[in-house]
């Protein structure tokens, strides 16, 4: 069986150290805050300001000068501080978060990172701080579908997107499958609801086993 | 010469501003905008304006307001696209409105930059990107770098939670996002606060923006 | 794995630290200085170090000891020369140890461009003195500026005025000094504190070195 | 009569404008302040890390933590505020600061300034905080006597002594003249004890009269 955006975000979450600071990217990757046990230390930065983040802010809790890189209202947690912009993209840029969570368009085998721009001609540009996550986690973990709507493959041997990040991917999470981007090639850690083989032709990069 | 003005109003606090003038708008969606400042520009009414703000205007007022009176020239931000950034989305799809797109934390790094005397600094992000292209690289240590230079303010508006009469400004939450950095870069900083308060108040400890970088301060 | 490690003793905190290290150490002065990590390292018998530090030691305690044991091959440091830096002065004579001389404000910004990833960046200080000599320069409207680099550490010891359990500090008045950057520029970094409170106890507004940058906390 | 380092400390205090950010260099500069009028709103910055310093600490006020650059006790007044070194630093070179004082070995007719080596072989050089400050500060006052202990000459055609910072100073204040370097050479804006012609003669520095 394929897993649902849930169990993916259960997979993340299950591979994140105690104690480890993380970003989880807007969109899908903020699920993997609800899979992340109480116990384990496990701090959230959010870029616009701000390390161990709560969860979501529900009735009297709402703040608005409190809120999360997707702005909605987030709540604080014992232990939280405050930074500015330059601060909090310098602790990134720097290599301070063990761990970000990205969404992405494309992925490629060598780890590149498509997930800011579709490419199309009339599409706005707007990257937010997309590429400043891809360059500063000291791991970059990518959840997504493996195919898109059209049944295209999202993790390709080139990305035709525009690229948010070079080589910056560590591991892919999605739906079928989850993948170690290493020196070595592409590495499937494991499946769901298809076959390694069935997965291989499906895809036109070149997978390897985990052994 | 340097002493900060408590302004009365927030008319008297953007006065002056020139037409042509580089804005530089705090906030990180409604945190920390100077939503009342912005207001008060419109009214004042400079034009040909350059406005650096993480977004580009969301629904019709604030800085979406400003847009649509056709007062800005250009938009440097990171995320102008959103779901209620109709106004900037019209403009620039008629090719009125100028656009430059900036990785969310290098337009940080850059007003910093400004305000902090460097003339230019190479950064790992966007590397091999878009956004790189045409920039200069250099490779330090094994790594790629794009060489960015400052992005500095003739004016800057922000919102801060408290100031005193000194201009020492504190803020709340999230709401510091590019408060702080925007005011060393801005050559003119005007701030609307919640609450002005005697000076003394602020332990010393925690003013987050120093008296120095604050020009104009105005309760809103 | 990267939660902060509250320790029973300076020994403790210090423990590891390899031969050949780059060890910066916080201070300016006595305000900030490290005194009891030094102390344990002295014992721990770490050598062939690095010594970042605004000053070279005073008296015959503390970075002045550690120099005097012949651990230290290089100071990077803005102001060796003291009226008390004997031991300092006699080591440099004695071509025992080795000096690069960097101003104050460099020496900051170039551990701050470590902390934040920047790989290199353009500074106006020192332009057309002896300590830019062969260094790169460049004009950026109109202006000279020279390039300098980063300073990474292995190692950070730091002084700071309490620590939560998480490792998130706050310093006392002056100093606070070059711990928040020293704690952003070290590998690891260890800070001694006068006291350790409870997480939740230090209000979120007004921490300076968030718990990210902490690995090792001592209280002294 | 030649002025004593009061005197040039009061001389320079009054050059210094109502609600200016200052920073006063170790040693002589320090005694500017005790010349800056209570009410005129000038702030004091020490450039290991405070803005608002106060007067030197005496008896229970010295406080270990509280300090300035030249490593003296001293005491906050209200409205201070503290920040670590790259901050500080950053505001002095981003030109944040209305005026620096400091002290010279040598000026030259253009404005260099040399004030942190004597260039002697066996001096351990030493810099601390004067390069920074020399680049930064919109106005760069240097307080000095004219002439050093061997009678020679301290504003100078070239500086001899290695370089703080290139065509930096704004003005000079000794215990003979002031003078202010301007684009158009050397202008002697008041003389003390000694006709603007002996001045003239006792410096290889052409001067010219304040109109």
Redesign the interface.
Known sequence: MSLNKHEMAALVARDI?????VNLGIGQPTLVADHLPADA?I?L????????MGPAAVGEQI??????AG?VPVT?L?????????D???????????VCVLGAFQVSARG?LANW?TGEP???????????LA??AKSVYVMMTLFAKDGTPKLVPECTY?????GCVNRVYTDLATFAITAGGVVVRETFGISFDELSSRLAVPLREAE | MSAVKICDSTAEAVDGIADGSTVLIGGFGLAGMPVQLIDALIEQGATDLTVVSNNAGNGDTGLAALLAKGRVRKVICSFPRQSDSWVFDGLFRAGKIELEVVPQGNLAERMRAAGAGIGAFYCPTAVGTPLAEGKETREIDGRTYVLEYPIKGDVALIGAHRSDRMGNLVYRKTARNFGPVMATAGRQVIAQVSEVVDTGVLDPEVIVTPSIYVDRVVAV
């Open positions: 150290e105690a104690g480890s600071f230390g701090v930065h959010t870029e616009n300001g701000m390390l161990n703040d608005p000068d409190l809120i999360n702005k604080e014992p232990g939280s501080a405050y930074f500015h912009h330059a909090s993209f310098a602790m990134m840029r720097g290599g301070h978060l063990d590149d721009h009339d599409a706005i540009p707007a990257v937010g701080g997309a590429m400043d360059v500063g525009p690229l948010t990040g070079l």
